[in-house]
């Protein structure tokens, strides 16, 4: 017998953030796996504000069940808030995959719905109609726990999410072979990947080095990934730097595939967010890819960290510091180091679960 999984997500590369990674990689696994018949299905937020645009979100959630008649229903991230409408599980097994949104919305952050309707009645309901609660980190999941749902704290499991197809790129490569050809070649590469937003930092961390780049003696060049209300001011900052010392280009939104190239050509990761992250995508990315990573120490960012690859700071000016403290004086010796980390089994568990979620 042929179980049917449906996956809803709100975002699906080519655009989105990492739950739509999340999204493709899950989708990537499962379909892979004989027996299953997935459905992805693209439901994205427009007009959540006003009640004409959430109730036809909520319509075609209900016609996804019954056009498609699943086993198991998937919702990823802030999804979830449809469970909070339907009165009960229909036969249905729900798994909802948390990315950080839920308590975020419980305690009334203005991007969420808390304009229509009582937030925390809803996803309190939501929870309730839920078979599981998967939580990327332990720290999303002390977080959740501090919430309305702690009363359905049975449901929560913490299992990081699986390999994305590029991460798979990143462990195929030699990295060490890779980064040590390039140990005396031009500058020390550093690579930014983000939304160019002001909470994720990109900003600020460039602002800080620009101002700081003279103590640098070696030449630096910073590669940054991403779009977004921010990419204007950091290109002026561009306009302001000493090529000797410091060359920062702004590459714009690249393709997935793409990806991997820059974690390779690059000796050193940057993660600038300030946000309390319930995970990290690009962190996992580059210590997959054998990367020295700076980082600032928030979210759940350190209970990745296995193999003293990263190194955290608690404000944006100490990291850019210790990022130079390090170009001046360790380089040389990290680019010597064997570095061989394995990060696929604790992340593979996700898709073993959600199939012993699955009505046979």
């Given amino acids: 017998m042929t179980n049917k999984i449906l996956l809803l997500s709100a975002e699906f590369p080519p655009y989105g953030g990492g739950a739509g990674v999340v999204a493709q990689s899950l989708a990537s696994s499962l379909s892979s796996i004989g027996n299953l018949d997935i459905t992805l299905v693209k439901l994205p937020f427009q007009g ?56 975020r919305a419980l ?80 500058p020390i590469n550093i690579l930014i990947c983000a939304r160019l937003t002001p909470g994720k930092g990109v900003y600020s961390f460039v602002s800080q080095l620009v101002k700081s780049a003279h103590e640098l003696e070696k030449k630096v060049a910073v590669s940054i990934l991403g779009s977004g209300e921010e990419l204007p001011l950091i290109q002026e900052l561009v306009n302001k730097c000493d090529p000797s010392k410091l060359d920062i280009k702004t590459i714009g939104w690249v393709d997935q595939k793409e990806v991997p190239k820059f974690y390779q050509e690059s000796q050193v990761f940057v993660h600038t967010s300030t946000l309390p992250e319930s995970y990290g995508l690009t962190f996992q990315d580059a210590l997959i890819a054998k990367l020295k990573v700076f980082a600032i120490d928030v979210g759940a960012l350190v209970e990745f960290e296995q193999f003293g690859q990263a190194s955290f700071f608690n404000t944006q000016q100490r990291m850019v510091q210790g990022l130079i403290r390090w170009v001046n004086e360790d380089h040389d010796k990290w680019m010597a180091l064997s570095r061989t980390p394995d990060l696929l089994s604790p992340r593979t568990k996700l898709v073993d679960f959600l199939l012993e979620t699955t009505v046979e």
């Fill in 48 to 103: 959540r504000f006003k009640w004409f645009g959430y109730s036809c979100f909520i319509f075609k959630f209900i016609m996804n069940l019954i056009v498609h008649r699943p086993n198991l229903v998937i919702l990823n991230d802030q999804i979830s808030a449809l469970l909070g409408f339907i009165p009960s599980s229909f036969g249905i097994n729900y798994v909802v995959l948390s990315h950080g949104s839920e308590d």
């Fill in 107 to 186: 305690f009334g952050h203005p991007t969420t719905i808390k304009s229509i309707l009582k937030v925390d009645k809803l996803y309190v309901h939501a929870v309730k109609n839920a078979a599981a609660y998967i939580l990327p980190s332990k720290f999303q999941k002390r977080k959740m726990l501090k919430t309305p749902l702690e009363a359905y704290k049975s449901k929560f499991h913490v299992y990081p999410w699986g390999i994305s197809e590029y991460e798979k790129t990143l462990l195929s490569c030699d990295g060490v072979k890779l980064q040590s050809a390039m140990k005396h070649l031009g």
